[in-house]
C-alpha cells in the first residue's frame, strides 16, 4: 500500500532554524496523556485537546514517543511499520490534526524514531528471516552458530541474557539488543539505511520540526562480531541498565558505539538539511562513553544538532559538586556541541522520587531542582507529570505491563512507575485521563491530588513554580544561548553565571533542608524576581540569605 503525505502542515521556510538551541522540549508518552475515545489508553486525538495545557506551561515544543502500528511488546519501540499510527493511538488524519494545532499554538513537534532495531512483525524481518535468499535477507544481523551451537560471542541484551536468538528458519541467530521481538536492523547494508532515510523524509513532509533519536549509538555492530571484553567491577555503572543485569559486566565496544555511525548521522542530517528549521536530539545510552560519544555526534554542523546522556537520569543523588562535573565533563567531551539535559523521562525513576526519598519538604524540592534544570547551559527536556511534582508510582506485581521490569521484580520493578496516566482533574473519573473503568495502568490516589486542575492558579503550587520560571527563563536569553561559568561551591551551595551578549545573570541555588548565607561575587548586582522562588533575604558583607531550597537570581548592574 502506498501512503501519500500530506505537506499542508510543513514549517514555514522563514522559520528560525536555530529554534532547538536552549528550547524547551515538552516529552509526551501518548499511552498516558489523555484518553479520548475511553478504552484507558492515551491517543493522538487526546494529546491534540491537552496541547494548550503545554504552550500555557511555557515550552517550546512536544517530543511524542512512538506512535506508529507495534505489536506493544515493547509498547512503541518495537515498530512493525515506520510510515502509519497504530489504530490504538488514531489515524494519520489525527497526526495531521495534531501537528496542525501544535504549530497554530506556537510549539514545534518532535517524533521518536526507533532506527536500530524493528518489531520482529515487521514485514521486512518477515522477509528476512523466510530465507537466506530473499532480498531483505541481509536486512537485519544474521550469522552461523559456532559449531557446537552456541551464539557466535558473548554480547548480551539489554534486557537480560544473549544478544542472539535462534530462528529455526533460517538456522541461524539474529542480533537483538533489546526484546527477542526487537531485531536489529543492518545498517552496514546501505539499502536499509535508504529505507530509514526516505521514512525520515516521509515524517518530514507531514509537518514535522524535528526527532528523538532512540538508542542512536546502538546503529551498528562490528562486522567481526569480535566478543566485547569484561569490564572491571569498579567500573560497572547501572545508569545503563538496572544492577542486577549482567549487561554490565561488559565493556561495550563491538556491539554498539562503532566508527561507523558517524558517516550514517551525517547522512542523515543531509535529509533534515532538505527540509527548513529542522532538529533532532539522540539518546545516548551508554553510562561508559555517554559524554564522550556525544561530542562525537555533536561535532561541527553535519551530524545532530544536541544529544543527551544519562549523567542526570542516573540514580546518583545531585549535588552543586556533580552538577559542575557533569558540565564540565560535557565541556571537555563536546566543545562543539550543544547538550539537551533531563532530569526525568519513561525509562527512569522520576527525579523527584530517584534523589529525594530522605527530603521532607517535596514541593520545595521540586521547585528547586525545576531552577536548576531551566537554568543550565544547553536545551532541556521535561517529562509529563514533572511539572506537577509527581513522584514515582508504586505498581503491584499483577499491575505491572514493562517486560523490563517482569524480568527482573522485585530487585528492579521496571519502568511502569514513572508511566501511569497523567492526571489533570482530582474530581473526575480516572482524574480526568480517560473515562474508562480501568485505564492501562492505576493512577495512583496521590497523583490525583496533584492533578493540573488542583495546582492551576495556586501561586504556592509546582506547577505554577515551573509557570511563572519558564516566563523567567524566556526574559533572559543567557538561559537559552548564553555560556555558563561556574563560582567556587561551597558545600550545598551551587554557584553559577550564565551570559550572554552584554548580560550577566547569577544564579545560587540552595541544595539543603537548611538556610545557609552566599556571599555576592564582586560587584554591582541588581536582584531579579519573577522567577517564583521566595525572595533571599540581604545580609552584612554583600551576602544573601538563602532559604531551604531556594534559590537567588540577580544581575549585573
Request: with cysteine; proline share 6%.
Amino acid at each position: 500500500m502506498t501512503i501519500s503525505a500530506d505537506t499542508t502542515n510543513m514549517p514555514d521556510k522563514g522559520s528560525d532554524r536555530d529554534w532547538w538551541r536552549g528550547a524547551v522540549i515538552y516529552q509526551i508518552y501518548p499511552r498516558s496523556f489523555q484518553d479520548s475515545n475511553g478504552d484507558g489508553i492515551g491517543d493522538l486525538k487526546g494529546i491534540s485537546a491537552r496541547l494548550p495545557h503545554v504552550a500555557a506551561l511555557g515550552a517550546d515544543a512536544i517530543w511524542i514517543s512512538p506512535f506508529f502500528p507495534s505489536p506493544m511488546r515493547d509498547f512503541g519501540y518495537d515498530v512493525s511499520n515506520y510510515m502509519d499510527v497504530d489504530p490504538m493511538f488514531g489515524s494519520l488524519s489525527d497526526f495531521d490534526g495534531l501537528i496542525a494545532e501544535a504549530h497554530r499554538l506556537g510549539l514545534k513537534v518532535m517524533i521518536d524514531l526507533v532506527m536500530s532495531h524493528s518489531s520482529d512483525q515487521h514485514p521486512w524481518f518477515v522477509e528476512s528471516r523466510s530465507s537466506r535468499f530473499n532480498p531483505k535477507a541481509d536486512w537485519y544481523v544474521w550469522t552461523d552458530a559456532r559449531p557446537d551451537g552456541t551464539p557466535p560471542n558473548n554480547w548480551l541484551s539489554i534486557f537480560g541474557g544473549s544478544a542472539w536468538a535462534w530462528d529455526p528458519t533460517r538456522m541461524q541467530y539474529y542480533m537483538h539488543n533489546f526484546l527477542t521481538s526487537q531485531p536489529d536492523l543492518n545498517l552496514h547494508n546501505p539499502e536499509v539505511q535508504d529505507a530509514l532515510l526516505d521514512m525520515t523524509r516521509f515524517w518530514l513532509k507531514r509537518g514535522v520540526d524535528g526527532f528523538r533519536l532512540d538508542t542512536i549509538n546502538f546503529y551498528f555492530h562490528d562486522k567481526e562480531l569480535r566478543d566485547n571484553p569484561a569490564l572491571e567491577p569498579s567500573r560497572r555503572n547501572a545508569s545503563t541498565a538496572p544492577a542486577v543485569n549482567p549487561y554490565n559486566f561488559q565493556e561495550h565496544i563491538y556491539d554498539k558505539n562503532r566508527p561507523e555511525n558517524l558517516e550514517f548521522l551525517k547522512r542523515f542530517r543531509a535529509v533534515l538539511d532538505e527540509f527548513p528549521a529542522i532538529a533532532a536530539v539522540g539518546e545516548v545510552g551508554d553510562s561508559q562513553r555517554g559524554l564522550e560519544i556525544v561530542g562525537e555526534y555533536t561535532s561541527g554542523d553535519d551530524k545532530m544538532q544536541m544529544c543527551y546522556a544519562f549523567e542526570f537520569l542516573a540514580p546518583d543523588v545531585l549535588t552543586p559538586a556533580r552538577v559542575v562535573e557533569v558540565q564540565g565533563a560535557f565541556q571537555s567531551a563536546a566543545p562543539e556541541g550543544w547538550a539537551c539535559w533531563a532530569f526525568s523521562n519513561h525509562d527512569v525513576v522520576r527525579h523527584v522520587s530517584r534523589w529525594g526519598q530522605e527530603v521532607l519538604d517535596r514541593e520545595a524540592y521540586a521547585k528547586m531542582l525545576a531552577g536548576i534544570l531551566l537554568s543550565q547551559r544547553g536545551s532541556v527536556c521535561l517529562y509529563q507529570g514533572e511539572e506537577l511534582g509527581l513522584t514515582e508510582a508504586d505498581i503491584a506485581y499483577a499491575d505491572l505491563r514493562d517486560p523490563y521490569g517482569i524480568q527482573f521484580w522485585p530487585e528492579f520493578k521496571g519502568r511502569d512507575g514513572c508511566r501511569t496516566p497523567m492526571v489533570w482533574d482530582a474530581q473526575a473519573l480516572q482524574a480526568g485521563f480517560s473515562t474508562a473503568e480501568k485505564t492501562w495502568l492505576p493512577i495512583p490516589v496521590e497523583h490525583q491530588l496533584r492533578a493540573v486542575g488542583a495546582q492551576y492558579g495556586d501561586p504556592v503550587s509546582v506547577l505554577e513554580h515551573y509557570r511563572r520560571f519558564l516566563a523567567f527563563r524566556k526574559l533572559h536569553p543567557a538561559f537559552a544561548k548564553g555560556d555558563i561559568r561556574f563560582l567556587p561551591q561551597d558545600g550545598a551551595l551551587l554557584a553559577y553565571e550564565r551570559r550572554h551578549g552584554g548580560e550577566i545573570v547569577l544564579c545560587l541555588f540552595n541544595m539543603s533542608a537548611a538556610p545557609l548565607s552566599a556571599a555576592l561575587p564582586i560587584g554591582e548586582w541588581q536582584a531579579l524576581d519573577g522567577h517564583g522562588f521566595e525572595a533571599a533575604s540581604p545580609v552584612e558583607g554583600g551576602a544573601v540569605e538563602l532559604p531551604a531550597w531556594g534559590a537567588y537570581f540577580a544581575r549585573q548592574a
